[in-house]
């Protein structure tokens, strides 16, 4: 059911990780007080939300009675591996989608002439109403596909730097029947997820065949990144810079020895120095939840298990009392 390639993937709540996370007063509605899931599920590419409180973080709630919110009309139709992430100016929450619905292509389609654009939406402040989608072409007709994307904020530059994972063809390979190269990471910059600097090779010099790359900030010129590492041993690994986004970056391991992709990443709000990590189980029933204190391979299964079952490749974001008190007027919604 997987592609030669292994998949799509990838996510992250990352962008959230990089702000300072203030343990004030849980009273205050502006502090962190929840947790806000985007994921897809396999044979709905369509994007669900749900909440967890913040003194549960692995127990979630499905939001509009389980169905999904996000559901785009342009495009292939189908929207997976989204990435939910809140504008720098806490203005909206912003969610990416790969553009990519396989049940109305094949894999080896949809690695060579896939959507080469990725699905937007932008939410009102709180994170209860959400616009219509934005496709927005991110590669030139040589790559083969445009997969989960992610972005974080680039305090370097004072903009968001949007990553994402393509397949190159020559450019005589038009139909693109022949040999590919990749599948590499790109990114670009932009203010306005509308328009984008031109598309560049994340560490052209030293990154394998990776796909689905979610990055937290750790602080300064820290950062952590998980890759599906789709060629070589087709597991989840784990980098980290200490020179910054673009810096270079060292290969600590494997976290969880098993075959798996989509890595989604979060930290706690009551115990900031617990992450959670969840990889996608793709060939059997999605989502599962690792954790860490101190980002050492292997990884601890959670204590308590990620539920619901069946969410595949998305990401997971810290909303204040104002967004999560607003959202649950959601868990009931229908
Ligand atoms: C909440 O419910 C409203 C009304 O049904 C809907 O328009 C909105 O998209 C929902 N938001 C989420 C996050 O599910």
């Known amino acids: 059911m997987v592609p030669k390639f292994g998949v799509i993937g ?21 502090q962190p007080a929840g947790y ?13 939300f749900l909440t967890a409180p913040a003194d549960s973080p692995t127990t979630f709630q499905a939001l ?13 139709g189908g929207a997976r591996d989204p990435f939910i992430f809140r504008a720098q100016d806490q203005s909206r929450y912003i969610v990416l989608a790969t553009d990519l619905d396989i049940g109305k292509t094949n894999w080896a389609d949809a ?10 939406w932008e939410s009102s402040a709180d994170g209860v109403s959400w616009s219509a989608e934005r496709l927005v072409e991110l590669m030139p007709p040589t790559a083969g596909y445009v997969w989960a994307p992610s972005a974080i904020w680039d305090v370097e530059r004072s903009q968001y730097a949007l990553f994402w994972s393509s397949v190159l063809f020559d450019a005589s390979d038009a139909a693109h029947t022949g040999p590919s190269t990749g599948p590499f990471i790109f990114y670009s910059h932009t203010s306005d997820f509308a328009t984008f600097t031109p598309p560049q090779r994340w560490n052209p010099d030293s990154t394998p065949t990776v796909i689905d790359q979610e990055i937290q900030h750790l602080g ?11 060629q070589e041993v087709r597991r989840v690994v784990l980098e980290r810079s200490d ?23 979060y930290r706690d709000i009551l115990d900031p120095g617990k992450y959670y990590l969840l990889e ?10 690792y954790s860490t204190g101190d980002f050492e391979v292997p990884y601890a299964p ?16 810290q909303v204040d009392g104002v967004s999560y008190a607003a959202l649950q007027g959601n868990v009931t919604a229908y």
Not at 36 to 48: I, R, S, T, W
Not at 111 to 120: A, D, E, H, K, W
Not at 307 to 315: C, D, F, V, Y
């Open 302 to 317: 959670c204590e308590v298990g990620l539920t619901p079952a069946g969410l595949r490749h998305g990401a997971v974001v």
């Open 64 to 76: 509009n009675g389980g169905r999904a919110t996000l559901i785009p009309t342009t495009g292939t």
């Open 243 to 265: 020179t910054g986004l673009f810096g270079a970056w060292t290969r600590i391991g494997v976290p969880v020895d098993r075959v798996r992709e989509g890595p989604a990443a």
């Open 280 to 289: 996608d189980d793709y060939g059997g029933e999605g989502y599962e939840c």
């Open 36 to 48: 806000l899931f985007a994921a897809f599920k396999g044979d709905e590419p369509q994007v669900f």
């Open 111 to 120: 690695q060579t002439t896939g959507s080469r654009s990725i699905y937007v």
């Open 220 to 230: 300064g010129s820290s950062y952590l990144r998980y890759l599906s590492d789709t």
């Open 10 to 30: 990838a996510v992250l709540a990352s962008g959230i990780l990089a702000h300072a996370l203030p343990q004030g007063n849980p009273s205050d509605p502006s």
